[in-house]
């Protein structure tokens, strides 16, 4: 699973994606990013058209800087 965020606190203005593992309730994140960039475009044609992800858009309770997930 991939959460994609823009403008989190430790990265302003950007988007990053987080990979995060699925080992039990909790999912797990990777210690390192996964990918940072200033384009949401870049991210979609990472996830879609490199690696055959799904999106899902954020759910309306999730953290405001949270986009969505990839799956």
């Known amino acids: 699973m991939y959460?994609?965020?823009y403008s989190?606190?430790?990265?302003p203005g950007e988007y990053v994606v987080r990979r995060f593992y699925i080992v039990g309730p909790d999912p797990?994140?990777?210690?390192?990013?996964?990918?940072?960039t200033?384009?949401?475009?870049?991210v979609?044609?990472?996830?879609e058209n490199e690696m055959g992800k799904i999106?899902?858009?954020?759910s309306?309770?999730?953290?405001?800087?949270?986009?969505?997930t990839y799956m």
């Open 28 to 36: 797990v994140p990777d210690k390192d990013l996964f990918l940072r």
């Open 44 to 47: 979609r044609a990472k996830m």
């Open 60 to 68: 309306p309770g999730d953290d405001p800087v949270i986009v969505g």
């Open 55 to 58: 999106f899902f858009h954020r």
């Open 8 to 11: 989190p606190t430790d990265y």
């Open 38 to 42: 200033n384009s949401f475009h870049i």
């Open 3 to 5: 959460t994609v965020y």
